[in-house]
């Protein structure tokens, strides 16, 4: 039998990712981009589980829902009922979390939370190698502001304003681009 | 000095005060730790955070790890409240149409009276009201339950976080809220609301904050549990000192712990409140407290009113659902660790709740300590060995 899996998820190309993974075994997946109204959408989908970036505010949302007492509401608890704390701690560590209906087969869930799980590790991934791309482009451009700074101050050429961040940042056993960082800064004081 | 890493986890929110002052005022490095302060986008992600040991210590909701005590919640891993971080500092914001309609009957906004408020929100109420509150176990939702109770009004609690209580007031989805500062003030800045009480109007001395620990790590980690107690009460003892105030704001005010303008934050810090867009001024003393009045100690009988009105409104046992919330106060830890730091200690561990309504001299270690006024708005007590 096929599940009713929700994703809450606002990046439509990570959504898509976990669709193309959840999809091949069969499942029906509605995505919910909006957290709007969040609660009310998820009860009218009454989805088997529902997938959530644990780092999504939205969660609390969710637990609420779990508390529904109302027997006419489709009860949903929380993680895997937290049984299976070796999941649960691989999912944490995915940066994922899970809300599943009460009752729901473990061996069902499994294959789900597996592909789910595969799919997070790969975004946090992604997202470690995004931050360090964005910090390298930003040391970059501090440095190069910085060695601007010393070619116009000293009269000296790019290299020689390099290697003279490169040296001061050996000597105080710092990075260059804090050295260049601090040297920005100390120049926009003084102008 | 052998220097331990700590990870505790925290919600932005002014109320994490102490643990950004413990670390960027040296106090936690005078004890040899190390910490580490991780932001968490929700309270459910911090108690996992918090229960699979991502963190060792995190701020909680009081009444959170008191949920899980009495079995609410699902996670069942036993926490200890090790001490209060905050006492009061929510706030309780109407729409601004509620709000004029009961500008419009009279109303004075006093910002104090909660009796007043309550008749006032009542009679302008126009059908049901749709009240956001942060998480489904917090201070928020049993203040504003026990503050409704007996009204004749109709009203539903629905979960909202924080940052998004603006933006949900501002299109409609609820009609009222009761946040943490800076997000009452932020929703008046933008013009979309006017708060009509602080959270202390309702319950004088409700512990808002709490220190919370998981119960296997505190038995593991004896001395590094006392070490972070005292770093986290020396930095509450340096927040209650006005002078810093200011500095406590603009350490507040950075990207990595909550993110919002100093002159917000500096409002419910000072105890000068603007309530409305127009720019109405009220004056709150202790709108929010972290160390005068005992504000630090985790009386039993705090709890066990938290256990009371949880155990009413998801209907458990109350005798069982008060034992439980009393065994994860630690105040014997409490007592162990901070009588050599200074700490004035009571002479017991729970008291009646809501019979004082001034600031009272009762029995302590030292010889006598000042309480802060406990009183409920209606002037009821709270009796934790009371069956009922």
């Given amino acids: 039998m096929k599940l009713r899996i929700v994703i809450v998820e606002p990046d439509p190309a990570r959504a898509r990712l976990v669709i193309e993974s959840l999809a091949p075994l069969g499942h029906d997946v509605t995505v919910i981009a909006e957290s709007a109204a969040l609660a009310r959408r998820v009860r009218e989908i009454a989805p088997d589980i529902v997938l959530i970036d644990m780092a999504d505010p939205s969660r609390d949302v969710l637990e609420e829902m779990a508390l529904a007492s109302d027997p006419l509401e489709r009860p949903v608890a929380f993680f895997v009922d937290r049984t299976d704390r070796d999941m649960t701690r691989q999912a944490i560590e995915a940066g994922v979390s899970a809300y599943v209906v009460a009752g729901l087969q473990p061996d069902r869930l499994a294959g789900v939370m597996d592909a789910a799980i595969a799919r997070f590790q790969m975004f946090r991934r992604m997202r470690t190698e995004l931050e360090t791309t964005r910090r390298a482009l930003e040391e970059r451009k501090v440095i190069d502001r910085a060695k601007g700074i010393l070619m116009k101050a000293r009269g000296i050429s790019e290299d020689d304003a390099y290697a003279l961040l490169r040296k001061t940042a050996m000597d105080q056993g710092r990075k260059v681009a804090e050295v260049a960082s601090a040297l920005v800064t100390a120049a926009g004081l003084l102008s | ?388």
């Fill in chain 2, 1 to 388: 000095m052998i220097v331990d890493q700590l990870r505790v986890g925290f919600v932005p929110l002014l109320d994490m005060a102490p643990l950004a002052v413990a670390r960027e005022m040296g106090f936690a490095a005078e004890e040899g730790i190390a910490l580490e302060l991780v932001r968490a986008s929700s309270w459910s992600m911090l108690r996992d955070m918090l229960v699979f040991g991502q963190v060792e210590a995190a701020q909680m909701l009081a009444p959170v790890p008191i949920a899980m005590a009495m079995g609410l919640g699902g996670a069942a891993t036993r926490l200890d409240i090790l001490q209060v971080l905050s006492v009061n500092g929510d706030v309780i914001g109407l729409s601004q149409r509620l709000a004029e309609r009961m500008r419009g009957a009279g109303y004075s906004f006093d910002f104090r009276d909660a009796q007043a408020a309550r008749a006032a929100l009542v009679a302008a109420a126009e059908g049901p009201l749709r009240i956001g509150i942060p998480f489904p176990f917090s201070t928020h939702a049993e203040l504003v339950s026990y503050w409704l109770a007996g009204a004749a009004l109709e009203y539903e609690l629905t979960t909202i976080p924080p940052p998004q209580m603006v933006e949900a007031l501002a299109r409609g989805e609820i009609d009222a809220f009761c946040v943490g500062e800076p997000w009452g003030s932020v929703a008046v800045d933008a013009a979309v609301g006017t708060l009509v009480l602080p959270s202390r109007a309702i319950w004088a001395v409700a512990p808002e904050k709490v220190l919370a620990v998981r119960h296997d790590w505190s038995e593991d980690n004896p001395a590094l549990t006392g070490r972070l107690m005292r770093a986290v009460w020396r930095a509450a003892r340096w927040l209650h000192q006005t002078g810093n105030r200011g500095v406590a704001a603009d350490i507040l005010a950075r990207r990595d712990y909550v993110n919002a303008p100093v002159e917000v934050l500096e409002r419910a810090l000072s105890g000068n409140m603007v309530i409305s867009p127009a720019g109405d001024l009220r004056r709150v003393p202790d709108m929010i407290r972290f160390f005068e009045g005992a504000a630090s100690f985790p009386w039993r009988s705090q709890a066990a009113w938290f256990a009371a009105q949880m155990a009413e409104r998801f209907s458990l046992d109350r005798a069982a659902s008060i034992a439980a919330a009393s065994a994860i106060c630690r105040t014997d830890l409490y007592r162990r660790n901070l009588r050599s730091a200074g700490a004035d200690l009571p002479g017991a561990s729970e008291k009646l709740e809501g019979s004082l309504h001034h600031p009272t001299a009762v029995a302590s270690e030292q010889g006598q300590m000042i309480l802060a006024p406990d009183a409920f708005f209606d002037s009821r007590i709270f009796d934790p060995l009371a069956s009922h």
